[in-house]
């Protein structure tokens, strides 16, 4: 093992087990979640409470114990650059919609990035009890079972994932579900869009597609997709744009270029 290697390697384990915690933390918080006070951010749709902060601050502070020099950038507190060559990007709960309001599909997403790529990708879903690992060159699991995804699947045969925001106009997401609904696709959308990209790493989902969305939402899920066989829409994340929003798409190998088409004709 190389120098390198190595400290992939650590960070891969300790990531895993910071998810797990930080799943244990936050499903405690959705258990008693009518005692949270939920406050809103860029409109009435975009929730955060307590339970988002404080997760947040445990990834941040145990990371900062053991790698003092990595970077670190969260939803909730932004961006500390670092020294080290590694970034985490963590989501304290993605699919905060869904945690607010008691339905089970929201996550923990941690990610860490090395030269603007996930080298590190996991996401935990405390509701079914699912740890997704992954790191660059040493695949992906779920709960240590070995995800590799079948070409046979494909727009028409299986589901694709969707999510959208306040950042894309209602036409725009209208006239894509209808092109991949006329394509004979059909779409789902369950308030995660971390965790969808998860399914797509699973095979559950064939592909994932969000006009706009953040690091922390998706470098997690493209390290999985990738890890699993799956193709990833270039996202940049290096310097300022790493804080940018960008189109979010991932599939397995045989339906990636119809996904893009449908990207390209409604950007
Ligand atoms: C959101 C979810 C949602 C997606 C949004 C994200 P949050 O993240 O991933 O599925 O459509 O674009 O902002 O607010 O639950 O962390
Ligand atoms: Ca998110
Ligand atoms: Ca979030």
């Known amino acids: 093992m190389t120098v390198n290697d190595t ?32 406050e809103t951010k860029r409109d009435l749709q975009d929730v955060v409470s307590i339970a988002d902060r404080n997760v947040e601050t445990f990834l941040k502070e145990r990371v900062a114990e053991i790698y003092a020099t990595d970077g670190f950038l969260g939803e909730e507190f932004g961006h500390d650059e670092g ?32 030269d603007g790529e996930p080298v590190v990708g996991v996401i935990h879903v405390p509701c079914s009890d699912e740890l997704y690992a992954s790191a660059h060159g040493l695949g992906a699991t779920l709960n ?36 991949l609904m006329q394509r004979g696709g059909n779409f789902i959308r369950n308030g995660s869009g971390a965790l969808m990209l998860a399914y797509v790493a699973a095979g559950r989902l064939v592909g994932y597609y969000e006009p706009y969305m953040r690091a922390w939402d998706c470098m997690a899920g493209f390290c999985l997709v990738r890890e699993a066989g799956g ?19 991932a599939a397995n190998r045989s339906s990636f270029e119809e996904l893009l088409a449908i990207h390209m004709k409604h950007v």
């Open 7 to 38: 400290a992939l390697a650590n960070r891969f384990a300790l990531a895993k087990t910071l998810a797990a915690e930080a799943g244990a933390m936050a499903l405690d918080y959705f258990n008693r979640r009518e005692t949270l006070v939920i």
């Open 83 to 114: 020294s080290s060559g590694f970034t985490w990007v963590v989501d304290p709960i993605d699919g905060t919609a869904p945690f607010v309001n008691g339905m089970p599909t929201w996550c923990v997403s941690v990610a860490i990035v090395r």
């Open 144 to 179: 240590d079972k070995p995800l590799r995804l079948d070409p046979a699947r494909n727009l028409q045969n299986a589901l694709t994932g969707v999510g959208c925001n306040s950042y894309v106009t209602p036409e725009r997401f209208g006239a894509i579900i209808t092109d």
């Open 231 to 249: 193709v990833t829409q270039p996202f940049p994340a290096t310097g300022p744009a790493l804080l940018e929003g960008h189109p979010v798409l």
